[in-house]
């Protein structure tokens, strides 16, 4: 079975730009959540879909970053204009739906280097 | 704010002694708590899954709750230098009632294991 996928593993953009990452989750998997780690603090939370549907957002640092899931199945997270604060490692993480295991898989990242 | 701590380390044992990483929450109703494993540049790996008081035994790893201490430890047994990683602690939040399984991490503790 395949993880969870991130594309592209690096990007390096200048401030003002856009990038859009991409997350594919586990087949099957409903929950679809994005993490993101800036150098020295802890990884945080963004967002988490279930399916199509934004469940929570509460982690999205402001109106620049835009996540979406059409169809339900991968999600994109596109930020627009870049600042130099937005420069972090983005994780993916899926996790099934309606069972009793709350775990999450996690993507390998896509590192954002914002100049 | 909810947090999560963690030592940062580094902790340092010998080749086949027990490494034992400890992790203190904030919010009393968390219910779900995770040990994740992370290499360099790679995705973080889960170890260990906790949900109720008590230890959990898998293997080498062994992961201890105590919720009224809101208290979470790993320990590893017969460490190898394979284990030298940054471990994260996770924890998810009392359920929101939105339906968001959002995690909370620490920062983790870089585990370096001394042949």
């Known amino acids: 079975e395949a993880g969870v996928t991130q594309f592209p593993s690096h990007s390096v953009i200048e401030k003002g730009q856009t990038v859009t990452l991409r997350c594919d989750p586990i087949?099957?998997?409903?929950?679809l959540y994005w993490y993101r780690r800036v150098m020295g603090k802890e990884i945080k939370f963004l967002l988490h879909?279930?399916?199509?549907?934004?469940?929570?957002e509460s982690g999205m640092p402001n109106n620049r970053f835009l996540a979406e899931r059409t169809g339900g199945t991968y999600s994109t997270l596109k930020v627009q204009p870049a600042e130099l604060e937005d420069s972090g490692v983005y994780f993916c993480?899926?996790?099934?739906?309606?069972?009793?295991?709350?775990?999450?898989?996690f993507g390998p990242g896509t590192r954002l280097t914002v100049l | 704010q909810k947090e999560v701590e963690q030592n940062s380390g580094p902790l340092s044992v010998p080749e086949g002694a027990i490494a034992s990483l400890n992790c203190t929450y904030s919010?009393?109703?968390?219910?779900?708590f995770f040990w994740y494993r992370q290499y360099s540049g790679k995705s973080p790996e889960l170890i260990m899954s906790?949900?109720?008081?008590g230890d959990k035994e898998d293997g080498r790893f062994t992961a201890q709750l105590n919720k009224a201490s809101q208290y979470v430890s790993l320990l590893i047994r017969d460490s190898q230098p394979s284990d030298s990683a940054t471990y994260l602690c996770?924890?998810?939040?009392?359920?929101?009632?939105?339906?968001?399984?959002?995690?909370?991490f620490g920062k983790g503790t870089k585990l370096s294991v001394i042949p």
């Open positions: 919010d009393r109703g968390s219910q779900s």
């Open positions: 087949s099957g998997h409903d929950n």
């Open positions: 996770a924890v998810n939040p009392a359920y929101s009632g939105a339906g968001s399984y959002q995690l909370t």
């Open positions: 906790i949900y109720s008081n």
């Open positions: 993480a899926s996790s099934p739906r309606g069972t009793l295991d709350y775990t999450q898989y």
């Open positions: 879909f279930v399916k199509e549907s934004k469940q929570d």
